[in-house]
Nanobody
Framework: QVQLVESGGGLVQPGGSLNLSCAVSEPIFSSYALGWFRQTPGKARLFVSA????????YYVDSVKGRFTISRDDAKNTIFLRMNSLQFGDTAIYYC??????????????WGQGTRVTVSS
């Protein structure tokens, strides 16, 4: 059964930090690059970050470069998104996904249920 289960969302003040986690079932964890998308009401789900199957390559949308860090722990079948210097514009539901890339665009193949991140003072 394919499972991607996110955790770690919540309410944080501007400038604060959050750590998102996503536990991923096999064989998905070993077979795919994994990543994060985010979505706000009425908008499309947008790519945020991805990490390769081997963990040696990471990718970020420009708006989060230098603030967010993606990583994977093969022993725990889990990926993480460390989010620092959070801004109002980071408020969204964050989705973990098994991802693939085509034509320069990242696509989600399997999805988690999402975790809400709210940046508010």
């Amino acid at each position: 059964q394919v499972q991607l289960v996110e955790s770690g969302g919540g309410l944080v003040q501007p400038g604060g930090s959050l750590n998102l986690s996503c536990a991923v079932s096999e064989p998905i964890f070993s077979s795919y690059a994994l990543g994060w998308f985010r979505q706000t009401p009425g908008k499309a789900r947008l790519f945020v970050s991805a990490v390769s199957r081997t963990g040696d390559s990471t990718y970020y949308v420009d708006s989060v470069k230098g603030r967010f860090t993606i990583s994977r722990d093969d022993a725990k079948n889990t990926i993480f998104l460390r989010m620092n210097s959070l801004q109002f514009g980071d408020t969204a539901i964050y989705y973990c996904a098994a991802v693939t890339k085509g034509g320069g665009i990242w696509y989600g193949v399997y999805w988690g249920q999402g975790t809400r991140v709210t940046v508010s003072s």
